[in-house]
């Protein structure tokens, strides 16, 4: 029997507001790039010239050389647009749509961990930092990734070298599985993916026996072994388009169904809700809002600015990742 498509979630009311194709054509006349990340609900990424994760995101802030980017997700995502782009005004809807995963890692305590290991090994641990971590951070790193390339980011270093994983621990702990690498893990979290419990993807694997369980990487460890696949939104959305008629358990941001919906609407995909709310919305990625990105693209502002010396260091860590070739998977 094929799956009930689930419909698209109506988009939010705004008032004042143009519809999101009329917001794309406003900016693209001024040669503004909008760019939305994947967890962005359905209105901002129906007004975005560019919708992906975290590293699709920072690929075409690179590519694109806009000379103005309004950047719909968290801060430190604008931040990277910003230190690989920095010739552009990069500004955003709400300033205050930050990160807890970055803020688990502020660069003073992570200058100082680095010293402790450099001075307990012998020798500074290569510093490998998944790419939600604020400009501070990317600085002291040696190379950023992200949940799709973490893995072949982690295997392009000699083997022996000692590495030091920031700041999610779940994904470090993940690609230390699938590398067979020991990793030195930094203890931060995502506060969406950790609350997936492995009881309610269970329950929901009960009541959908064909379904195919996809959960994200920062998810802990007993929902990853409950999933059949662990994928970042990439993979996720490749999975999907590949498959037909098939029913999705999917444990990440639950506004990643909208996209799923869009791009596969072949299938049915299913939340997987978390141990204490029925669904997974980033609370920092919900400030941002029709409203505030008809606003930010009027005024240019809020900007972001990135320390030209800490822009140059990041710059140098991002830059080894996107150097990095993408398994075949
Ligand atoms: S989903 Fe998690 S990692 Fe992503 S912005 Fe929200 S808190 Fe940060």
Same mark, same amino acid.
């Given at each position: ?8 979630? =109506?988009? @939010?009311?705004?008032? +004042?507001?143009?519809e999101p194709?009329e917001?794309?054509?406003w ?5 503004? *790039? ?6 962005? %609900? ?9 919708? /992906? %994760? ?13 000379h103005?980017?309004?950047?719909c997700?968290?801060?430190?995502m604008a931040?990277?647009?910003?230190i690989?782009? @920095?010739?552009?005004?990069?500004? =955003? ?17 992570? $200058?100082?961990y680095? +010293? ?20 501070g951070?990317?600085a002291l &790193? +040696? ?6 390339n973490?893995? #072949?980011?982690?295997? &392009?270093? @000699?083997?022996?070298e ?5 700041p999610?621990?779940h994904l470090?702990? !993940?690609?230390? #599985?699938?590398?067979g690498?020991?990793?030195?893990? !930094?203890? /931060?979290s995502?506060? =969406?993916?950790? *609350? ?9 694997q009960?009541?959908?026996p064909?379904a195919?369980?996809?959960?994200h ?7 990853r072994?409950?999933? +059949? ?7 996720m959305?490749?999975?999907a ?9 999917v444990?990440?941001?639950?506004n990643m ?12 995909y299913?939340?997987?809700p978390?141990?204490?709310c029925?669904?997974n919305?980033?609370?920092?990625m919900?400030?941002n809002?029709?409203e505030? *990105? !008809?606003? $930010? ?7 972001i ?6 822009a $140059? ?12 070739r993408?398994?075949?998977?």
């Amino acid at each position: 029997m094929s799956p009930t498509a689930i419909p698209i979630p =109506v988009l @939010p009311q705004a008032q +004042d507001v143009p519809e999101p194709a009329e917001i794309r054509r406003w900016a693209s006349e001024r040669g503004i *790039l909008i760019l939305a990340h994947s967890y962005q %609900d359905g209105f901002l990424q129906e007004a975005a010239h560019f919708v /992906g %994760d975290s590293l699709e995101l920072a690929r075409a802030a690179a590519r694109e050389q806009a000379h103005a980017i309004c950047f719909c997700g968290v801060h430190f995502m604008a931040e990277t647009a910003k230190i690989l782009n @920095p010739a552009a005004e990069v500004f =955003v809807p709400d300033l205050e749509a930050g990160c807890s995963l970055a803020d688990s890692c502020r660069a003073e305590d992570l $200058a100082r961990y680095q +010293d402790f290991l450099a001075g307990k090994l012998g020798r500074r641990p290569v510093t490998v930092a998944y790419i939600n971590c604020t400009a501070g951070v990317k600085a002291l &790193s +040696d190379v950023i990734c992200t949940s799709g390339n973490a893995r #072949e980011v982690v295997d &392009s270093i @000699p083997a022996g070298e000692p590495v030091l994983f920031v700041p999610d621990q779940h994904l470090g702990a !993940w690609v230390a #599985e699938v590398t067979g690498r020991e990793l030195i893990l !930094w203890n /931060g979290s995502c506060i =969406v993916h950790e *609350l997936f419990s492995v009881d309610t993807v269970r329950r929901l694997q009960e009541q959908h026996p064909g379904a195919v369980t996809l959960a994200h990487p920062e998810c802990p460890k007993a929902v990853r072994e409950a999933a +059949d696949q662990v994928l970042g939104t990439a993979g996720m959305l490749r999975v999907a388009r590949e498959a037909q008629d098939q029913t999705f358990i999917v444990a990440t941001e639950s506004n990643m169904l909208y996209r799923l919906n869009k791009e596969a609407p072949q299938n049915m995909y299913i939340p997987a809700p978390g141990a204490s709310c029925a669904c997974n919305l980033c609370p920092h990625m919900q400030k941002n809002t029709p409203e505030k *990105l !008809w606003r $930010a693209l009027q005024a240019r502002q809020p900007q972001i600015e990135v320390a030209p010396e800490v822009a $140059a260091r990041a710059r140098r860590a991002l830059e080894r990742m996107l150097a990095v070739r993408p398994a075949a998977r």
